[in-house]
């Protein structure tokens, strides 16, 4: 049985300077699975991910802990914050994991 090692790199979308961290450990052959944040300011940057990188699996990474939710904010009032950041995990984390899950469909992940 051939082996085989799979190096993930979390938190893609969180910042523009992880998003080009992780580009360059893929593109030097050491990354080869992504987790996505899709609540993050620079996700939109994995929508080339099947282009340039199709050899790199991609997944969502549940991010129920920090910055804006997806959910419509009077579906997650308990969860934010008056900035309208995630403080803290309540009755409708499971909203918010499906809200994930759905964005992460809608831009090909």
């Keep these: 049985m051939k082996k085989r090692l799979i190096v993930n ?3 893609f979308g969180f910042t523009s300077g992880i998003n080009k961290g992780i580009k ?3 593109e030097n ?5 992504v987790s996505a944040m899709a609540n ?3 996700i939109e940057e994995v ?5 340039k990188f199709e050899h790199v699996s991609v997944g969502i990474h549940f991010n129920i802990v920090v910055g804006k939710p997806l959910s419509p ?7 934010i914050n008056k900035k309208i950041t ?6 409708q984390v499971l909203r ?14």
């Design 86 to 91: 995630i403080i803290n995990v309540g009755d």
């Design 9 to 11: 790199a979390d938190g």
């Design 47 to 51: 929508r080339m991910f099947p282009l």
């Design 96 to 109: 918010d994991i499906l809200i994930n899950l759905s964005s992460g469909s809608k831009i090909g992940v």
């Design 40 to 42: 993050m300011p620079y």
């Design 29 to 33: 052959g050491i990354v080869t699975s």
């Design 73 to 79: 904010y009077d579906k997650v009032r308990s969860l």
């Design 24 to 26: 360059e450990t893929i």
